[in-house]
Structure formats: structure tokens, C-alpha cells
């Protein structure tokens, strides 16, 4: 049985690794340098069963588990941090929210919609002055009969502009109050609900970031995820899932710039023989690879806690803070083993460098890790 799932999880990987290097790979730096989110490739995705991969196969998905969930984002950053991470926040986000609290309606309606790349998913709780301080979100609904009405904005968002739906956080009790925000479900082209503006960012650039922006928009209460004021609670549920996804995406990256590192090593000839046997480079890679088996490690476990339904609060931040910092560390030293070439553009470790940056912000920075770290280790 255990052979099996390894097998299993072999295949998994190596069909990820393939659709990496053929669908993807061409086309990193164009889409890089344009800023071009490329929704039809997510299509293509939905049909590999890569964006419904925690979605039971009844709702349209591929009916797998957290470990596999790992192996494909991996494998994806590996060549490209800004697809992992679209694939990464779909599947975690907006997807596993509606999975993990939608009523049965809503995940027949919804989830094999997304499951299957036909529609893409966002997911708003950021706004510009409540990033780590969600609760004192200005985004309200105010209930009006059997609607309500939706009005602020949200920022940060991945897919927030090309996005088909999205999961939106929004106060509907009094500020500062962890039961009084609400989450709905809503669907692009839903009157009042606009995109705004697309970051230009340093890194990740082929991951669409924007602002949703809702003025007067009327939403039926039907698409109250839960109940009324769980939104909060809910959201820090999904996000101790989506930090397994950030782990992932860190140390795909990561793994990444290191391959590159070392190929390149042993290609590189300074003083009549390949740098690699340089000391000072040798010692550089050793540490690359111990860095990035103690973030699997890590990673993995919070995913098999994960999957056996045990609380992973403290372990998904421990592997997302450990593996965004080290992925930063890697693809720093990745570009410093590449020389004046790993600070061009014809080389991939400047892109890694790049996009290594924002594991260690998304879905919580690497010091509200340590805070959730800290808190539940001291209460033990």
C-alpha cells in the first residue's frame, strides 16, 4: 500500500515536472517581462487535474491529498515561482475555502468550475491598511432583506483582475470583533464589482496581482460561506493550509535556483578547473542542499498532519517561515555562484532571485510566523 502511494506520487510528480518543461519553460521570460498572466495555460492545468487537487473527484477534482498537492507546486516553481504561485493560491485559497465551508449547493455550483480550469479563482481578505491586521478590515456588507451590500476594496490580490470568482472577507459586526466578518462567495460580472489596479511588481510577475474594488455590490445571502460572522475563523483555518502551499512554492523555487547552481558549477572553469571544486563554492552548495532537505522535511510533515485532520497551526508556519527564509538564502547564493552572469537575464537565477522574495510575505511574513510560532509553543 505504501510502494503504491509512493508510486503514485512518482507519477504525479514526473507529469507535473513534464508540463513544466514543455508548456512552460519556453515561455518564463517572455511572460516575465510583459507582465502576462497566461489564463489558457491554467486551462490546460484544470484538465491535468493540477487545480482541483484537494477537490474530491464527486465535485469534479483530482481527489488527492497534501502530499501530491506539494509535489505538482514544486515541481511547476521549480521552472516558474509566478505560475506556482497562481496555482498555489487557487487550489488553497479560493478553492479549499469554498471546499472546506461551502454548503452542498455551492460546491456542486462552484467546484468543479474551478477544479477543472474553467473558471479561476481569487481570494480577498488583504486590504491596503489591514494586511496582517485583518480585523480592522473597512470592507463592510450591510444586510438589506435577503441581500447585502458590499462596499470597499481589496488589495494584493492573486487573480484579482482575470479571476472568474472570488471568496471575499467582509465586516458585517463591529470592528475588531473576530466574529463580526462574514465571507462571500462572488462571481465576476456581479454589478458593483470592479478590478482596479494591477501591481507592477519586483517579482512574480506572471502572477496577477490587483485590487477588487465594490461599490453598492448586491449580494444575495445565499452565498454566505458558513454563517454569518465565521469569516475570520475561517479564513485562519484555510491560511494554516495555504502556508503548507507557500512552503511548497518556497522550496520549489528554491530547488530550482539550487539545480541551476549546481549545473552551472560544474560547467564553469576558473584557474584550469570547475569552480565547484573550489572550496568556497562546494561549501556554498552543500549548504543549498542541506537547507532545502530540512525544509521538505518540514514541509512534508505539516502535510501529512494535514491529511490525517491534525491541527498544523504551529507546523505550517514553522515549514513557511523556515522555507521562504532559506529559498531567499538559496537563490542569493545561487546568483553569487553564477557570478556577473547570475545578474543577467540570459541565466534563470536572477528570476529566482526575484521571485524568492515574496514567499517570505504572502499569506502571512516571515514575522507573523514567528508570533503564531511563539504563541502556540508558549502555551504548551
Not at 521570460?29 to 489564463?39: L, Y
Not at 494584493?156 to 472577507?169: F, P, R
Not at 512554492?249 to 541551476?260: M, P, V
Amino acid at each position: 500500500m505504501i510502494a503504491e502511494s509512493i508510486e503514485n506520487l512518482h507519477l504525479i510528480e514526473q507529469s507535473a515536472k513534464e508540463f513544466a518543461q514543455n508548456s512552460i519553460l519556453p515561455h518564463v521570460m517572455e511572460w516575465d517581462e510583459s507582465q502576462h498572466f497566461p489564463k489558457d495555460l491554467f486551462h490546460e492545468m484544470g484538465h491535468l487535474g493540477f487545480l482541483g487537487v484537494l477537490v474530491p473527484e464527486a465535485y469534479g477534482g483530482s481527489g488527492l491529498g497534501y502530499q501530491e498537492y506539494i509535489s505538482i507546486i514544486v515541481e511547476i516553481a521549480k521552472v516558474c515561482g509566478s505560475i506556482g504561485l497562481s496555482v498555489a493560491a487557487h487550489n488553497s485559497l479560493c478553492t479549499n475555502h469554498i471546499l472546506s465551508f461551502g454548503s452542498e449547493a455551492q460546491k456542486h455550483k462552484y467546484l468543479p468550475k474551478l477544479a477543472t480550469g474553467e473558471w479561476i479563482g481569487a481570494w480577498g481578505l488583504t486590504e491596503a491598511n489591514t494586511g496582517s491586521d485583518a480585523m480592522r478590515m473597512k470592507t463592510v456588507a450591510v444586510k438589506d432583506g435577503d441581500h447585502y451590500i458590499l462596499n470597499g476594496a481589496k488589495n494584493w490580490i492573486t487573480h484579482g483582475k482575470s479571476g472568474d470568482v472570488a471568496v471575499v472577507l467582509a465586516r458585517t459586526g463591529d470592528l475588531l470583533d473576530s466574529r463580526g466578518i462574514t465571507a462571500f462567495i462572488v462571481e465576476r460580472g456581479t454589478p458593483g464589482f470592479a478590478a482596479g489596479k494591477k501591481e507592477n511588481k519586483l517579482g512574480m510577475r506572471a502572477s496577477e496581482t490587483a485590487e477588487m474594488i465594490f461599490t453598492d455590490c448586491r449580494i444575495h445571502e445565499s452565498q454566505v460561506l458558513g454563517v454569518e460572522g465565521e469569516g475570520f475563523v475561517q479564513s485562519m483555518k484555510i491560511l494554516d493550509g495555504g502556508r503548507i502551499s507557500i512552503a511548497a512554492l518556497s522550496l520549489g523555487i528554491a530547488k530550482g535556483a539550487y539545480e541551476a547552481a549546481l549545473k552551472y558549477s560544474k560547467e564553469r572553469q576558473q584557474f584550469g578547473k570547475a569552480i565547484c571544486e573550489f572550496q568556497a563554492i562546494s561549501f556554498k552548495l552543500a549548504d543549498m542542499a542541506t537547507k532545502i532537505q530540512a525544509a521538505e522535511l518540514m514541509t512534508r510533515k505539516a502535510a501529512d498532519m494535514k491529511n490525517h485532520g491534525e491541527s498544523v497551526t504551529t507546523q505550517s508556519a514553522m515549514a513557511k517561515y523556515y522555507a521562504s527564509e532559506i529559498c531567499v538564502e538559496i537563490a542569493t547564493d545561487a546568483v553569487q555562484v553564477f557570478g556577473g552572469y547570475g545578474y543577467t537575464k540570459d541565466y534563470p537565477v536572477e528570476k529566482f532571485y526575484r521571485d524568492s522574495k515574496l514567499c517570505t510575505i504572502g499569506e502571512g511574513t516571515s514575522e507573523i510566523q514567528k508570533i503564531v510560532i511563539a504563541r502556540n509553543i508558549l502555551k504548551d
